[in-house]
């Protein structure tokens, strides 16, 4: 059975590598099979200025590889409204269940409308 778990949204804090969110596994869990993460829109958010960043995975509790990948951006339209759909990054992680993974986001320039991100797991479980 496939299932899902998602993040907290937390301001990204621009260049700097900031923690979005710890997931705790469930118990059921037996594999990651996917990854995504994405950046939101913040209060001041225009068609001026790009969203752009990296996202990354660490654990105590799992052996994960060091792990970044692009982050998935908002899009804009000329109406002003926000329209994503985040890319699922396939993985092969197995867990044993209750293990906690932190997610990372690195904003690849200073932007001044207080973005936020979210990022998700997709697991195997029994």
Do not use: H
């Not at 052996?63 to 890319?87: E, H, K």
Request: glycine fraction near 10%.
């Amino acid at each position: 059975m496939i299932r899902a778990q998602v993040s907290a949204v937390t301001a990204t804090g621009d260049t700097t590598k900031t923690l979005v969110d710890t997931i705790t596994v469930p118990k059921s869990a037996k594999a990651i099979v996917g990854i995504w993460c994405y950046a939101v829109a913040g209060a001041g958010f225009t068609t001026l200025e790009n969203m752009t960043g990296f996202f990354e995975l660490e654990s105590s509790d799992v052996n994960l590889v060091p792990l970044q990948l692009p982050l998935d951006v908002v899009t804009i339209t000329g109406t002003g409204v926000a329209g994503f759909s985040p890319r699922i990054f396939p993985a092969n992680i197995p867990v044993n269940g209750g293990e906690r993974i932190a997610g990372y986001v690195t904003m690849d320039m200073a932007i001044t409308i207080a973005s936020k991100a979210r990022f998700g797991l997709i697991y195997e479980a029994t």
